[in-house]
């Protein structure tokens, strides 16, 4: 068994090869040839954690394996990032366990790279003006995928806190782009060609009538029953497009507008990876406002391991133990 550390993995998988696999992997899960096992996903009661597990499998490649962990909000208070994450990979012809690979980063970099895809075939071409909802580490992922795929020249953000809202100035500013920090998330939404949501909330922050047409909104923080970033008439108003339509109906944004009745399973466009693979239409007009409902799946963390594996053995990185 190769095991790779969290350094390791940051070494080896760049947001560019994050975006080529998960883009892949999309693509393969429209085809049929890849699937996403049932989600478990509870709270721990200890920690005030909340911990999950995700499996899948994809038989063209062929890569199996699962990825746990979740959520611990007490961690930075000890130096540590609130997400923890591991994958474990099998190998698919014996079951035997092949690869741990350690996932914060790439949970992080998987996270951007799916959003990205979202931005590269919904958004329109000319999108130049990013909106972020949420400064947390999560942004800079999504930063730095959407400008692999996207001419962007301004930033505009918000968070609940100042210090975040400034250290991710600082990113921004490195990158050679017009920040523009706002106190409300009006000042966001109302002035975004590309808007991502990126944060914990369990209550609406993005109204519709904020929106302009033509945005294309990246939903990426609901992802656990009760979390919850865009008004649901927003929601319900818009083109929707999914990573997995069962989770973005039961623990995605788009659960709260499904639960009210304000949408069915008919209000969705199709999958992101129906796109990819040219079996569904993207973006219909330059006015349309469309949602991708960015649940996280188990074979975007999959495909980055798996990438990490291979990268590790031409470079001769990470470490091989007996098991």
């Known amino acids: 068994m190769i095991v790779i550390s969290e350094q390791d993995a940051r070494a080896l998988v760049s947001v560019e090869d994050a975006i080529d696999a998960v883009e892949k992997s999309f693509a393969a899960m429209a085809r049929g040839q890849a699937r996403n096992y049932p989600v478990v996903r509870e709270v721990v009661g200890y920690q005030d954690a909340v911990f999950g597990v995700k499996t899948g499998c994809d038989t063209g490649a062929p ?20 997400h923890q994450s591991s994958t474990l990979l099998f190998d698919a012809d014996t079951g035997r366990a092949s690869a741990l690979v350690s996932a914060n980063y790439l949970t992080g970099v998987r996270t951007g790279a799916a959003s990205a895809i979202a931005t590269k075939y919904l958004s329109r071409r000319n999108s130049n003006v990013l909106g972020i909802i949420g400064t947390g580490v999560q ?48 000042g966001v939404a109302a002035h ?13 922050l993005v109204e519709k009538a904020w929106v302009r047409p033509g945005t294309h909104i990246s939903a990426m ?21 999914v990573d997995e339509l069962e989770q973005a109906i039961t623990i995605g944004e788009c659960q709260h507008a499904f639960a009210a009745g304000l949408i069915t399973h008919r209000s969705f466009r199709g999958s992101l990876g129906a796109v990819v693979a040219g079996l569904c239409e993207g973006r219909r007009s330059p006015d349309e406002i469309t949602i991708f409902d960015g649940t996280g799946v188990a074979l975007q963390d999959l495909v980055v391991a798996d990438l990490a594996v291979r990268q590790a053995a031409s470079r001769r990185l990470g470490c091989h133990v007996d098991y």
């Open 63 to 82: 890569i199996l394996g699962l990825k746990a962990g979740g959520y611990w909000p007490r961690n930075l208070a000890q130096g540590l990032t609130n």
């Open 139 to 186: 942004a800079v992922y999504q930063l730095k995928a959407t400008l692999a795929v996207r001419a962007i020249r301004a930033v505009r953000a918000w968070d609940p806190s100042a210090d975040n809202l400034a250290a991710f100035g600082r990113v921004v500013a490195e990158l050679g782009l017009q920040y523009v920090p706002q106190a409300e998330v009006q």
């Open 192 to 204: 975004a060609d590309i808007l991502v949501t990126a944060t914990p909330s369990q209550k609406a």
């Open 221 to 241: 923080g609901a992802d656990t029953k009760g979390k919850q970033e865009l008004d649901p008439a927003l929601v319900a108003a818009a083109s929707l497009f």
